[in-house]
């Protein structure tokens, strides 16, 4: 009898959830199927937390990104640490750092120094900036009193490396962004006409397109941007620098734009719409462009990490953005001997959350385009 009762109330459960299922809305279901993809939540966990240090560096680092520790170039990192063999449990702290001499390599290192313990505390106050470039403050989010607390180590001029890893985040993740938004506007309205119109135009655009891929991306990133002059601002180098990788990663997306419109245009509701007198600018953008609007979502997605590589590859090699600018191309830079590399690996930081951030907007592209079809099982 228990059976029975535990099959009929499973059966009513099922229906219940195919009811729920058939007079739900695309959106609805698409959010359903983007949360049963664990990689995808998770990373969009990630790719939020990334975008918030973002909005908050300047109080979220600890020290201002130029500031100079002339006793503490090239310090490795610091653990911060709970427990002391004097006191025991007791609040997070570091060890001081002193240089010694090391005699198999006869190169000063640094070493800590374990009769100076510096407390680190949240919401101390320190060096000052203005939030967003309007809120003068000195607030940041954790620190020292008693001295400089470096959680990824300093640079070969005692920069604090943390600080300058948040800061670049800003232009790194940012660039990604607007350089997509140039691209998705170049790429919606070439491959809609290329689509919706054919003929000429379409083989004029996808001639265009052709020629474009058919460069090495490296040498014709690094061609237009040795076109960039030495001399302009940080702010100018930065648009350039969008605009340049806007201009190259525009085709994919147009191309399936394109395809989309090729077998939308003979749809029966596109030629209603045309009998009842509607434009072609609002056939495209009212009706067809809203039908495949989840993959656009998804290839757009996708494509954010070729610009983020982009300008961090450009910036390697020294053909991007420059110092006094900061970003985690930047910042690579001083990664480029192996023997730097060997001798101070932690400079390699940013590399972890470029990986981080790439890897992260492949999952989420990967989750968003198994949501845009949420018919499929």
Request: aromatic content about 14%.
């Amino acid at each position: 009898m228990m059976q029975l009762f535990t099959k009929l109330a499973r059966r009513k459960k099922e229906e219940i959830k195919d009811e729920k299922i058939f007079l739900a809305s695309q959106w609805q279901l698409m959010w359903w199927k983007f949360k049963r993809h664990k990689l995808a939540m998770v990373s969009m966990c990630i790719l939020a937390f990334l975008y918030i240090i973002v909005l908050f560096c300047e109080f979220i680092a600890p020290y201002d990104p130029w500031e100079r520790f002339e006793d503490y170039k090239n310090a490795p990192p610091q653990l911060v640490r709970f427990y002391s063999k004097e006191e025991g449990f007791r609040g997070p702290f570091v060890y001081g750092m002193k240089q010694e001499m090391d005699m198999e390599t006869f190169r000063k290192v640094f070493v800590e120094d374990e009769s100076k313990k510096y407390a680190v505390r949240l919401f101390v106050r320190g060096s000052k900036y203005k939030l967003w470039g309007l809120f003068e403050s000195d607030l940041h989010l954790f620190g020292s009193k008693d001295g400089p607390v470096f959680l990824f180590g300093t640079d070969e001029l005692g920069r604090d490396l943390f600080s300058r890893v948040i800061y670049g985040a800003r232009i790194s993740l940012t660039i990604g962004l607007v350089g997509v938004f140039l691209s998705f506007i170049l790429g919606t309205l070439l491959g809609g006409i290329s689509g919706y119109f054919g003929g000429t135009i379409d083989e004029v655009i996808q001639r265009t397109i052709d020629f474009l891929v058919s460069i090495p991306t490296i040498p014709l990133w690094m061609a237009l941007s040795a076109a960039i002059p030495q001399d302009w601002s940080v702010i100018r180098t930065y648009f350039a620098i969008t605009i340049i990788l806007s201009l190259v990663g525009w085709g994919g997306l147009a191309r399936v734009v394109r395809g989309r419109l090729l077998s939308l245009r003979e749809e029966d509701f596109i030629l209603a719409a045309r009998l009842t007198g509607a434009s072609e600018w609002r056939i495209i953008t009212r009706h067809m462009l809203p039908s495949f609007a989840s993959h656009l979502i998804a290839s757009i997605t996708l494509s954010i990490p070729g610009m983020i590589l982009g300008e961090t590859s450009l910036s390697f090699i020294g053909l991007g953005l420059r110092p006094p600018a900061i970003s985690w191309g930047v910042l690579l830079q001083d990664a480029q001997q192996v023997i730097a590399v060997a001798h101070y690996p932690w400079r390699l930081i940013p590399a972890f959350f470029i990986i981080v951030t790439v890897l992260s907007f492949n999952f989420l592209g990967d989750g968003l385009r198994d949501a845009a079809d949420p018919y499929s099982r």
